[in-house]
């Protein structure tokens, strides 16, 4: 079982930048891939980045490609997702979820998530 608990979340400005936070409890964190998904009002919860276990593999949407950079820190149970050159349509709910497999793909099969940040950027 693994517990997650988004932080970072706030008001940006167009083109600031925010790094959301994603705590994670439980031994077998490290073993897992974790992706950051986002869901604003009115649209379908989209994937926006995913990482392996081991921190080999990354993966973008290419609406955030050059702009976000996921990460993760498993020695500190925390993964992060740093977003940069934002835009009003980053504006969503954001989620992390943990993949069992370790693989962290957009398609993975995510079977934990936390209860998402909030994110708003102002145009």
């Known amino acids: 079982q693994v517990q997650l608990v988004e932080s970072g979340g706030g008001l940006v400005q167009a083109g600031g930048s925010l790094r959301l936070s994603c705590a994670a409890s439980?031994?077998?964190?490290?073993?897992?891939?974790v992706g950051w998904f986002r869901q604003a009002p009115g649209k379908d919860r989209e994937s926006v980045a995913g990482i392996n276990w081991s921190s080999a593999r990354t993966y973008y949407a290419d609406s955030v490609k050059g702009r976000f950079i996921i990460s993760r820190d498993n020695a500190k149970n925390t993964a992060y997702l740093q977003m940069t050159s934002l835009k009003p349509e980053d504006t969503a709910i954001y989620y992390c979820?943990?993949?069992?497999?370790?693989?962290?793909?957009?398609?993975?099969?995510?079977?934990?998530w936390g209860q998402g940040t909030q994110v708003t950027v102002s145009s």
């Open positions: 979820a943990a993949d069992p497999s370790g693989d962290g793909r957009l398609k993975a099969e995510y079977a934990y």
């Open positions: 439980g031994r077998t964190f490290s073993s897992y891939g």
